[in-house]
């Protein structure tokens, strides 16, 4: 008698945390291939790169590749509907998806030539940085 | 990063001019001019008058220092400026806070 009880107690508890995880962040953990083929059926050669909590709650942030360009796709907790499209944090007008992509495509810092860059600060300092820019 | 310099000897930016022509067509002019001048101490300053909208003079040279930038800023894929390239490798757009400089520069 004690047992059936515990277990429908846990039953219960088991519903409640789903259905409270759903509605807040997304806490499941997707494994990459399920992800990717998932969304195969959208994009029959994607890659899954990464998987992350999107900035908004509910949706999973999927790092994609396909035929070599990355992009982001949003993804929701019963992995039925994809968004495509720009998460934009309004008060800071930040487009927080354009953000997390340009951060993923590296370049070779070695391979830029520095020899003809205006250097600002002490040029045998440690850390150093390139930057690109516009005089006007 | 003129602030960050100006606080660490730690830090170091090299500036590479990439004129955007399709929006700044004096640009270009503006960027030869600069890269024409060799001490680096009076190009800084060619640099701040340019960003205050001061005339810094027509190119005293010939050079293809600009053209290579562009041509190497379109292989990066970088279309805005200031664009840093961090010493991972990665990209950033616009002009960072004092702290969030340094955070970016110190990660792996």
Redesign the interface.
Request: no cysteine; proline share 7%; charged share 20%.
């Given at each position: 008698m004690i047992r059936k009880i515990l277990i429908a107690l846990c039953a219960v508890a088991v519903i409640l945390a789903a259905s409270i995880a759903a509605q807040a962040e997304d806490t499941s953990s997707p494994s990459r291939q399920d992800v990717e083929k998932l969304l195969s059926i959208l994009y029959p050669d994607v890659k899954v790169i990464a998987i992350a909590p999107a900035m908004v709650g509910g949706l999973k942030e999927v790092i994609i590749e396909v035929k070599g360009e990355k992009g982001i796709v949003y993804l929701d907790y019963a992995r039925q509907k994809a968004i495509f499209g720009s998460l934009v944090d309004i008060r800071t007008r930040t487009n927080l998806t354009k953000r997390t992509l340009?951060?993923?495509?590296?370049?070779?810092?070695a391979s830029?030539?520095?020899a003809?860059?205006?250097?600002?600060?002490?040029?045998?300092?440690?850390?150093?940085?390139?930057?690109?820019?516009?005089?006007? | 990063?003129?602030q960050?310099?100006a606080e660490s000897?730690?830090?170091?930016?090299?500036?590479?001019?990439?004129?955007?022509i399709q929006?700044?067509p004096?640009?270009y002019k503006?960027?030869k001019a600069?890269?024409c001048e060799k001490s680096?101490e009076k190009?800084?300053g060619m640099?701040e008058d340019?960003?205050a909208g001061k005339d810094?003079g027509e190119p005293a040279c010939e050079t293809a220092?600009i053209d290579?930038?562009i041509a190497?800023?379109k292989k990066?894929?970088?279309t805005g400026?200031?664009?840093?390239?961090?010493?991972?490798?990665?990209?950033?757009?616009g002009a960072p806070s004092v702290d969030d400089l340094k955070a970016m520069?110190?990660l792996k």
């Open positions: 340009d951060s993923l495509a590296t370049v070779d810092f830029i030539p520095l003809d860059a205006i250097v600002l600060g002490n040029p045998t300092a440690r850390n150093r940085a390139i930057v690109f820019d516009d005089p006007d | 990063m003129k960050l310099v000897k730690d830090y170091v930016f090299f500036l590479k001019l990439m004129p955007i929006i700044h004096d640009a503006k960027a600069i890269a680096n190009a800084l640099l340019a960003y810094v220092v290579d930038n190497l800023g990066l894929d970088i400026t200031p664009t840093i390239i961090l010493p991972n490798g990665r990209k950033t757009t520069m110190n």
